[in-house]
């Protein structure tokens, strides 16, 4: 579809009571308050409007008025699912953001085509992995970004929940590994991208992003679900920073697991992650150590991808339980245009061995097809 | 009990693999790495540890240098739910934090009792309500505020939809309501205070935070579940601020609302708020109009005052679907050290005489009780 002009939004309600719901929904989201007491104009212009009912789902719309004239994010995240949040039985299944947002947004700074520019690869799907376990020293963790760097990793991040530790301080950790990835470029010619995680206290997190960047970081991980999507579009939006943004799903779970609440997986891990600005949105796949299924995953890489306004797409990064055995099957439904993140599995035996065949998978894989785009 | 050393969480997991469970939780949660390759004192140090079972509820507790060595809240909300957010079944029905992350952190800076003081209010309840409906302009928003605050309202809040709208822009809106409840109070002679939402982009939710204080607002509305939990710890952290924090349950329901995933509402509403420093707590009373138990409600009643090493207690505040009808029950429930929320209630009929029946119905209420303190 084109895009709107109104904020539309698909919510699955309980069947026993779709219309009472509906005006609950459409009521709660914008005036709450008694809908007979507020004046016509508001009842038509402010107050969600009902476009379509479908058996449990219903889509409403909502003036763009309604939302942040500034272009932040906490009043649409607030119309979608703020206090419907606290009802039962309510599901956005669809959000479709209005133009005037979109136009406002700043959107993922690098996007899919950018991020693999960055790192130099043709057309074939990234390699992500992460730095762990914590409790490791920081002379280990960056000898294994080195490595892993070596054996053709494209983004190593810090496991998230790597912050300042005393086992491996932050500001010690990223200067390390920032060094030891460039050090590991320098001798393969390749430009592999070291992402520190911003799992730091939220009046730093801006001052960090920078710090790493001078410290020669290539990426940053941010986790929505602990620091806000706002984080997200502040650093994407900031213009000296210039960093592709890895948005990781952390506490996210929250919003997506449960089926009968929340949101569709795809509009947190993809949607609200692109229009927030990452440039390469995390989930978890199906199959892997979460139980999720084939179809979310698909619609997180859809809702990463599909056209959005001015709005780039953000690279989509299967994770969760992956290992080296997945890689056809995962390209097989990715096709080219995502980044695998394959974690812990790669520390079973030799660490380099399994990079190096997990790398030499990717592109035996490549090889044998034609085509490989979904 | 008495403060731990360690972080203590409570699992509540589906009964059918306890173990397993528990197992992938406390690896999950700390090194996200095969259990049996990590050295032995990681093992040992810093993966979760099994401190009790009873049935399905599991007590695990982490070494407090899990967290961030410098007091942000991210780090302590991805070890309790980070990962275990996108399993299914796992809930948190307890949390006791480290008695080095408590010394750390800011905490209400008011508290229940500084909030009593501030507004001048004796050994009685609090009355809170919002200014609305989104679509009034500020003009009529302004004298809603004036009526209140001279009818008895403690703190008139905006609601937490009111963000920066074409119908009341946030700038016009602060300066005026403020100048209008300073203006009922020099009338009065009472201090009620006018709290603006900070439905605002995070970049700049700090500088309008600075700009509502020297409008002259007495209290800031903050919405954790839009902008973090380290929002709210910023604010209370900023010597130079220095006003109350009210936190909004917007979009928390995704942690709360479902029965065998996430985490007991008290923990959010009452606990979470609270470390983060919020003065005042909103959350959703059993009896309105959304679904929770008369136990839910006390529990984040406990939280909000139970002991906690040096953090002040926070004010309970009830609200969703309040009525005046229901002064008699909130008083005997919450007893004087909360506020009550009421809401669209009070436009159904005069604001003012409706504000001035809830103010009278709490004063005559407690006229004929003796000992009201629950």
Excluded at 109 to 132: C, H, I, N, S, Y
Excluded at 148 to 159: C, Q, S, T
Excluded at 166 to 186: F, G, I, L, T, Y
């Amino acid at each position: 579809m084109t895009v709107p002009e109104r904020l539309r939004v698909t919510y699955e309600v309980a069947p026993e009571d779709v219309a009472a719901t509906v005006e609950a929904v459409r009521v709660e989201q914008t005036i709450e308050f008694p809908h007979d007491l507020a004046p016509q104009w508001v009842q038509e212009d402010v107050v969600g409007r009902v476009e379509e009912v479908d058996g449990r789902r219903v889509t409403l719309s909502y003036d763009a008025r309604v939302l942040d004239a500034e272009g932040g994010l906490t009043q649409l995240l607030n119309v979608v699912w703020g206090n419907v949040s606290l009802m039962e039985r309510v599901r956005v299944v669809a959000i479709d953001p209005p133009r005037g947002l979109l136009e406002q947004l700043p959107g993922p700074r690098f996007g899919l085509d950018g991020v693999r520019e960055l790192v130099g690869a043709g057309q074939r799907p990234l390699l992500m992995t992460a730095l762990k376990p914590m409790g490791t020293s920081t002379e280990v963790l960056a000898g294994q970004a080195a490595l892993l760097a070596e054996a053709g990793i494209d983004i190593v991040k810090d496991d998230h929940g790597l912050a300042n530790q005393p086992w491996s301080p932050w500001h010690e950790r990223v200067a390390r590994c920032a060094e030891a990835v460039r050090e590991a470029n320098d001798r393969t010619g390749r430009r592999a991208l070291y992402a520190p995680s911003l799992n730091v206290p939220l009046d730093r997190a801006v001052d960090y992003a920078h710090e790493a960047k001078d410290q020669g970081a290539g990426a940053l991980l941010v986790m929505p679900g602990l620091s806000s999507f706002e984080l997200l579009r502040v650093l994407a939006a900031d213009s000296s920073l210039r960093l592709p943004l890895i948005a990781h799903p952390s506490a996210l779970g929250s919003l997506t697991v449960n089926p009968d609440h929340g949101l569709e997986p795809g509009l947190v891990h993809g949607l609200l992650n692109r229009l927030a600005g990452a440039d390469l949105c995390v989930f978890v796949n199906h199959g892997g150590r979460f139980g999720t299924t084939p179809e979310q995953s698909v619609r997180t890489r859809d809702e990463c991808l599909r056209p959005l306004g001015p709005v780039a797409r953000s690279m989509p990064v299967p994770g969760g339980g992956m290992s080296i055995d997945r890689v056809g099957a995962l390209i097989g439904m990715y096709g080219v245009d995502a980044a695998f993140l394959v974690g812990g599995a790669l520390h079973r035996g030799d660490l380099r061995e399994n990079a190096e065949a997990l790398r030499r998978a990717v592109d035996q894989n490549l090889a044998t097809r034609t085509g490989a785009t979904p």
